[in-house]
């Protein structure tokens, strides 16, 4: 079996994963070098009922967690300093932390703005030398280019690597050699595996399965009865197996992004679809910009219970005309809003992009409308070009319920 | 004497020369191995058979050499249950120099006490099978009466445990360290690099007549500070360079020592393992020299 193996030339995989514990903390520590020695909560600070992004070392200690009310963390640990979430900066950070990582495989992904990335270095030995000596290295330009030190792994795929992650927090390195993954997981306890849902982990602690170890002794036959159609993959979880590859990230000219953080959470309709409503006007202002149109537009949804639910809706030939691409994105968000939980962030990804077509309509004369709504958007962007990108919009924009309070108050 | 006789193998990897360490004339068991084992690259180089896997790589190694260093130790700290997994699958001749965690000598931070504590934890495994734990020193990091009082430190720490010392910087270069190493029973490891401005000189100094220790990291000037591992260590040394080795430094050691370990770390394209054992030919076959120095 092994010549066989070795006969097709599988190659044994060298999956690197770089986690920065606390990232937001991290990055406001390195903006200003006084917050370093102090315990920090990073928490939306003019929100009325707002709750905790993230939290240092200290705080975390002091019992302070993501998602705790802002008036609790502060009775909990009474000495942190209140930071105000700032996402274009650890968005930045992660941009140049991934830059780092460029120069020694193309094959990153990242998580979102939370400092975790994981790198396929898999064949670059030649190129790079061992692979151990690579996340060595990273680490050490990292924290010397952007003063953040973080937690590096080694494994044959990205669950052992993620694993061991998760048991040298908040610094440290794990290395997990090729052929290992079973006996290093055996000992762990079991919720420690990524991938199992909240119903599975009741159910193994029904059956006293603990540890990892326990669980990989069971055949899939055995786990069929309990967990089903899950037996497989769960089987092949506790013996350290996982195919899924690392995809080359979608570069900054494939893709438009934008995100938004509610200073409240809010479960405001208006007040979600009049920021959604930016987002688009800026959206496609960016690709009239580069001549290009998308033919899907998603949108990324994080609940204040750290739930996140992401939906798409599609066009055929792509669009960047703002009302369409509005259109898209209220039926993205449509499919993806359906809970009653507040939201908290939302991000708008259009993607699929290709040219514009430079052909025009056969029958553009009869296109009164498209050509006025073109005119209108080409007087639009050139506002925006001179007075800023959130200058002008679409209506719906200025339908938030803190502009309805303003024009109140005025009036 | 007569040098023949006493030129015997021992174990795979392993010679057996005449020394007349302490005064006494007695044995020295010379092994030649290499930095670490576990390269992808030995096999695309051969060394290897095509299609090993990782986890097979140190049974395969065992039969050309019988010590190893490990270097993975350095880049994280020595896990005891990781050691444990390794040992179960290594031959029971094997024999180890482990490195020192990286964190220690050229990351230090402020818990280095607690992280050597940690590291001696890790090694326990090892026990007898240890030769020695090899701190590798930067090249800054220079005689410093700081640097003193650090060295002094890390080597309290690890009393009652084999210990050589690598220094990279020239000002270590002199008679009261290696009249201190001496006293303190810790070898010296004698280093060959490239001959560049500011390199620790190849000396034949030994400190500890228990153990010499020598690493060759081969000659490669133009990679030495390029900061790429891979140009670095990317070097062959030739059959006329190996002998030089052998005649201007190796059968010195070895005749005033007990025990000796050569190690390459020369490991880029499978070279270090092949001048190894290009090297232990060379040693097996001094029959001669080993005489004259013997006196």
Redesign the interface.
């Known amino acids: 079996m ?2 066989m ?3 097709f ?1 599988l ?2 995989r060298s999956i690197l994963h770089f986690n920065v514990a606390d990232f937001a903390v991290a990055v406001e520590r390195v903006a200003d070098c006084s917050l370093r020695d102090k315990s920090l909560i990073v928490a939306p600070l003019h929100a009325n009922r707002g709750l905790v992004y993230d939290m240092s070392e200290e705080a975390y200690r002091d019992g302070v967690r993501k998602g705790m009310p802002i008036k609790q963390a502060m009775r909990v640990s009474k000495k942190a300093v209140l930071l105000s979430p700032r996402p274009q900066l650890y968005q930045k950070a992660m941009g140049a932390f991934l830059k780092e990582l460029q120069r020694y495989s193309p094959l990153i992904e990242s998580g979102q703005i939370d400092g975790h990335f994981f790198v396929d270095v898999t ?1 670059s ?6 692979p ?2 690579v ?2 290295r990273i680490r ?1 330009d990292v924290r010397k280019q952007l003063g953040i030190n973080p937690i590096w792994t080694l494994g044959s795929n990205r669950l052992v690597s993620k694993v061991a992650s998760r048991l040298v927090k908040p610094v ?4 997990v ?4 993954e079973a ?2 997981l055996a ?1 762990l306890p079991i919720e420690l595996l990524p991938g199992l849902n909240l119903k599975e982990l009741e159910k193994m602690r029904e059956f006293h399965l603990t540890t990892i170890g326990a669980l990989a002794q069971l055949t899939p036959n055995q786990l069929m009865v309990p967990f089903g159609g899950r037996s497989g993959v769960l089987h092949a979880l506790s013996h350290g197996i996982d195919d899924t590859l690392i995809h080359k990230p979608s570069t900054q000219t494939d893709i438009v992004v934008g995100e938004h953080t509610f200073a409240n959470d809010t479960s405001d309709r208006n007040e979600v679809e009049a920021a959604l409503a930016t987002l688009v006007g800026r959206a496609g202002l960016a690709l009239r910009g580069q001549k290009k149109v998308t033919r899907r537009v998603g949108i990324w949804l994080s609940y204040c219970d750290g739930v996140q639910v992401i939906r798409q809706a599609t066009h055929k030939t792509g669009t960047s005309a703002e009302s369409l691409l509005q259109s898209l994105a209220l039926l993205a968000l449509k499919r993806c809003w359906q809970r009653r939980t507040r939201i908290r962030y939302c991000r708008l990804v259009c993607d699929r992009l290709q040219r514009q077509s430079p052909q025009l309509s056969l029958f553009a004369g009869n296109d009164t409308r498209g050509i006025k709504s073109r005119h209108v958007e080409g007087a639009m962007d050139s506002i925006r070009k001179r007075f800023g990108c959130d200058s002008i919009g679409l209506g719906r924009k200025y339908r938030s319920p803190a502009a309805e309070n303003r024009s109140q108050i005025s009036g | 004497m007569a040098a023949d006789s006493s030129i015997e193998p021992c174990r795979v990897g392993e010679l057996v020369y005449p020394s007349v360490a302490y005064g006494i004339e007695g044995p020295c068991k010379v092994s030649v191995g290499t930095c ?1 084992y ?4 030995w096999v ?1 180089s051969g060394f290897y058979p ?6 097979d790589m140190l049974a395969l190694y065992c039969s050309c050499f019988s010590v190893v260093e490990l270097n ?1 130790t350095w ?3 020595a896990r005891a ?2 050691l444990s ?2 040992l179960e699958s290594a031959p029971s001749q094997l024999l180890f120099s482990a490195k020192l965690t ?1 964190t220690m000598t050229h ?1 230090p931070g402020s818990d280095w006490q607690e992280q050597l504590l940690a590291f001696r934890q890790g090694i326990a495994p090892l026990k007898d099978r240890l030769l020695a734990i090899l701190i590798q020193l930067p090249a800054e990091f220079d005689r410093s009466v700081v640097n003193r009082n650090y060295l002094a430190g890390l080597l309290g720490g690890l009393e009652g445990l084999p210990v050589a010392v690598e220094f990279r910087h020239p000002s270590w270069a002199i008679d009261s360290v290696f009249v201190e190493l001496e006293r303190r029973e810790i070898s010296m490891v004698t280093v060959d690099e490239p001959e560049l401005p500011g390199a620790f000189p190849f000396l034949d100094v030994v400190t500890n007549p228990r153990l010499f220790y020598v690493r060759l990291h081969g000659r490669n000037v133009s990679g030495w500070h390029s900061g ?3 140009k670095k260590f990317n070097y062959d040394y030739a059959d006329a360079e190996l002998r030089d080795v052998r005649d201007r430094h190796l059968l010195r050691m070895a005749a005033r020592s007990t025990r000796g370990v050569i190690f390459f770390n020369n490991h880029v394209q499978g070279r270090a393992p092949e001048n190894a054992k290009h090297l232990l030919k060379i040693l097996a076959k001094q029959g001669d020299s080993i005489g004259a120095f013997n006196g």
């Open positions: 092994h010549s193996v070795s006969g030339g190659r044994e064949g030995h030649r190129l790079y030398g061992p151990a000596d996340g060595w050490r440290g390195e794990y290395i050699n090729h052929g290992e006996s290093f000992p | 670490g576990s390269y992808n690259e695309d095509q299609g090993t896997m990782t986890s993975y880049y994280q700290m249950e990781a997994r390794m990286r990351d790429n591992m891979q």
